[in-house]
């Protein structure tokens, strides 16, 4: 569904292998939860994807429907190797699994600090600092902040991507933190931000307070306006609720709209698996 509602400053760049095929056109699709494709001439990239919820089954509870396979519907031609990066190591963003499998046919990128726990379990991926930037084929990514209730612990990042013109943002599962300016000043505008919506009120063990643990849906969206975005993309709700352990939010979808066209922003609300609709900042048309 979609409603027209009308670190560090100087990235450094570490070389990849990939070789470079451009195009004209990026292309989004949403997965399930918060996992998000990116294709661009020659090259596959996938952040966070998820298929295998059994590990996450205690805590959030089973899914509300099957999610998606992460390789590319039928009839859609995707490049042979598959790119990925991971916010972070949560057991909904990292799928151990599922990246093991795919850790064969292209990089793994992340945080310098989960290196080693991915290493432990077999993955060898390309570490990188917040603010440094790395290019995969035509695609450049950069780690910049994120936040979540681990507080001065939490390793998670945000990624930045940028492609033919085209720049747009991924966020995780983040709750609201004061970095968003820096983020904006450093990398932005961006044209479309994927932001968590579910605002949920999460009690785990070390951790238990009335107080969401994402962003809300109001948040989100003003996440997106002071990042400069020209669209948002709802990602990380609608599939888990399971009081009173992890408890999402009422009306998400709803709330996310009003707020949106309230800012003057478009809003995206994809099923898994869908296309997101990209307006190009560059030139002002619609890709699919």
């Given at each position: 569904m979609t409603t027209d509602t009308t670190s560090d400053a100087t990235p450094r760049i570490t070389p990849d292998t990939t070789p470079d095929v451009t195009s004209d056109t990026l292309r989004l699709r949403r997965l399930g939860w918060a996992g998000v494709e990116i294709l661009l001439g020659g090259t596959r990239l996938l952040i966070d994807p998820l298929e295998n919820v059994g590990p996450l089954e205690p805590a959030l509870g089973k899914p509300k429907r099957p999610l998606p396979p992460v390789e590319a519907p039928e009839g859609v031609e995707a490049p042979e190797g598959t790119h990925v990066l991971l916010t972070h190591l949560h057991p909904d963003h990292y799928d151990r699994e599922l990246l093991t499998r795919l850790a064969g046919s292209g990089t793994v990128g992340c945080h310098t600090p989960v290196a080693p726990a991915l290493a432990r379990d077999g993955v060898e991926a390309v570490p990188q600092e917040r603010g440094r930037a790395r290019r995969i084929g035509p695609l450049t990514v950069t780690p910049v902040a994120s936040l979540d209730w681990r507080g001065s612990e939490s390793d998670q990042v945000a990624w930045v991507v940028e492609g033919a013109g085209t720049r747009i943002i991924h966020c995780g599962d983040?709750?609201?933190?004061?970095?968003?300016?820096?983020?904006?000043?450093?990398?932005?505008?961006?044209?479309?931000?994927?932001?968590?919506?579910?605002?949920?009120?999460?009690?785990?063990?070390?951790?238990?307070?009335?107080?969401?643990?994402?962003?809300?849906?109001?948040?989100?969206?003003?996440?997106?306006?002071?990042?400069?975005?020209?669209?948002?993309?709802?990602?990380?709700?609608?599939?888990?609720?399971?009081?009173?352990?992890?408890?999402?939010?009422?009306?998400?979808?709803?709330?996310?709209?009003?707020?949106?066209?309230?800012?003057?922003?478009?809003?995206?609300?994809?099923?898994?698996?869908?296309?997101?609709?990209?307006?190009?900042?560059?030139?002002?048309?619609?890709?699919?």
């Amino acid at each position: 569904m979609t409603t027209d509602t009308t670190s560090d400053a100087t990235p450094r760049i570490t070389p990849d292998t990939t070789p470079d095929v451009t195009s004209d056109t990026l292309r989004l699709r949403r997965l399930g939860w918060a996992g998000v494709e990116i294709l661009l001439g020659g090259t596959r990239l996938l952040i966070d994807p998820l298929e295998n919820v059994g590990p996450l089954e205690p805590a959030l509870g089973k899914p509300k429907r099957p999610l998606p396979p992460v390789e590319a519907p039928e009839g859609v031609e995707a490049p042979e190797g598959t790119h990925v990066l991971l916010t972070h190591l949560h057991p909904d963003h990292y799928d151990r699994e599922l990246l093991t499998r795919l850790a064969g046919s292209g990089t793994v990128g992340c945080h310098t600090p989960v290196a080693p726990a991915l290493a432990r379990d077999g993955v060898e991926a390309v570490p990188q600092e917040r603010g440094r930037a790395r290019r995969i084929g035509p695609l450049t990514v950069t780690p910049v902040a994120s936040l979540d209730w681990r507080g001065s612990e939490s390793d998670q990042v945000a990624w930045v991507v940028e492609g033919a013109g085209t720049r747009i943002i991924h966020c995780g599962d983040t709750m609201w933190h004061g970095d968003w300016w820096k983020i904006a000043r450093d990398h932005g505008p961006f044209d479309l931000a994927f932001l968590p919506v579910n605002g949920v009120i999460a009690k785990f063990e070390g951790y238990e307070a009335d107080v969401p643990v994402t962003l809300t849906p109001e948040q989100a969206v003003e996440a997106a306006a002071v990042l400069g975005a020209t669209a948002v993309c709802a990602i990380h709700y609608e599939l888990f609720d399971n009081p009173p352990t992890y408890v999402e939010q009422p009306d998400i979808a709803g709330r996310f709209v009003r707020a949106a066209a309230q800012r003057g922003l478009i809003a995206h609300l994809p099923g898994d698996g869908e296309a997101v609709p990209l307006v190009t900042r560059r030139a002002g048309r619609a890709t699919r």
